[in-house]
């Protein structure tokens, strides 16, 4: 079974540009996430979908971050402009059936602004 | 009060040695209860589901009191392997969000 995707592994930017990612969850999940995760820290959720709906968006700061997920396949999570407390590591995630079942990650996109 | 609060750790101890992890929620609503296990650069990568009944698999129990609103993981015969940094994740109530803590770090020494 493929995991989940996301692309690009790494990027850097300077501050102000914008920045896009992008996921392709687990085939036949439901639900996608999206969260944050700053050295040191546990992931924070951004956003989560289900299908292509957004179930809950109240960490996503929305004054420059947007997320879409427009046939409830891919997603794509994109900031602009970009500050530089947004230096992370940006991971999708994907689960057959929200809040019940485990969440599979992929390997996640490090961000990092100068 | 966070959502979800873990031990602080690190956590330093010799191969061997058996290692216990606390985590406390806040959401009574929660539903589902999870350990992960993240490696240093890595995704986090589920380690078990934690049920109410407890479970055990392998060198790893689980247990979750509800009442209390505490999970925690125990680790028996540290390898060296097991170093890594555990997180303890949440449901958010009927939205089934998955809440994470901050994490705590294993250091298994030789």
């Known amino acids: 079974e493929a995991g989940v995707a996301q692309s690009p592994r790494y990027k850097i930017i300077e501050k102000r540009q914008s920045v896009a990612f992008w996921c392709n969850p687990i085939?036949?999940?439901?639900?996608l996430y999206w969260y944050q995760q700053i050295l040191g820290q546990g992931p924070k959720l951004l956003i989560q979908?289900?299908?292509?709906?957004?179930?809950?968006d109240s960490q996503l700061p929305k004054d420059r971050f947007s997320a879409e997920r427009l046939k409830g396949v891919d997603s794509t999570l994109k900031i602009q402009p970009a500050k530089l407390e947004d230096s992370a590591v940006y991971l999708c995630?994907?689960?057959?059936?929200?809040?019940?079942?485990?969440?599979?990650f992929g390997q996640g996109t490090r961000l990092t602004v100068v | 009060r966070k959502e979800v609060e873990q031990d602080p750790g690190p956590f330093n101890v010799p191969e061997g040695a058996t290692v216990a992890f606390n985590c406390t929620y806040s959401n009574s609503a929660s539903q589902s209860f999870f350990w992960y296990r993240q490696d240093c650069r890595k995704e986090p990568k589920l380690l078990m589901s934690v049920y109410s009944s407890g479970n055990e698999d392998g060198r790893f129990t689980a247990q979750l009191n509800r009442a209390s609103q505490y999970i925690s993981l125990l680790i028996r015969d540290s390898k060296l392997s097991d170093s890594a940094t555990y997180l303890c994740?949440?449901?958010?109530?009927?939205?089934?969000?998955?809440?994470f803590g901050k994490g705590t770090k294993l250091s298994v020494k030789p």
């Open positions: 994740v949440v449901s958010r109530g009927s939205q089934g969000n998955l809440i």
């Open positions: 085939s036949g999940h439901a639900t």
């Open positions: 979908f289900q299908n292509n709906g957004v179930v809950d």
């Open positions: 995630a994907s689960s057959h059936q929200q809040g019940v079942d485990e969440a599979f």
